[in-house]
């Protein structure tokens, strides 16, 4: 079963709110899906979720490690960003499902890349420019896979 939403924005600034009111209500092993090109807001969305959990550290995409770890706010949050991802058997030697089965709150963006290992209950998020609509502009689709 499958629930969608499609939100518009405008500015960073809508997408980090939609973010962070989705963080507001997160909870523990929710895990978001990011899909979307280079550029299209994914990172500003993950913002936006880590600051409804209460993160106040800067957030940005994981370069060195595919992996990186929040632990200050509401919940643990586990940011992976999959991009530079060679093989998904990589998540295997990070070890990815102790985080994505533990009690906190996971973010994978370029998730298709590792569609394999997504478990059925995740909520994706997929992001799109439309720039005869403005070069800010974005349509975000939200589904709640049950
Ligand atoms: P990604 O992680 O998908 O590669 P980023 O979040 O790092 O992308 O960057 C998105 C860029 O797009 C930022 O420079 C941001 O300011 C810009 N931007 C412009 N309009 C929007 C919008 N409506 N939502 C999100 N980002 C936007
Ligand atoms: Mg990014």
Redesign the pocket.
Known sequence: MSNEIVIE????G??FELGRSLGAKASKRDVYALV???????????QGLAAGLGITEPVN?PTFTIMQVYEEGRLPFFHFDVYRIGDVSEMDEIGYEEYFYSDGVCLI?WADLVKEIIPERHTRIE?QKDLQKG????KITVTEFE
């Open positions: 924005t405008n500015t960073p809508e997408t979307g090109d280079l550029g299209v807001g994914k990172t500003v969305f993950t995409s963006e992001i070069f800010d502009y974005r």
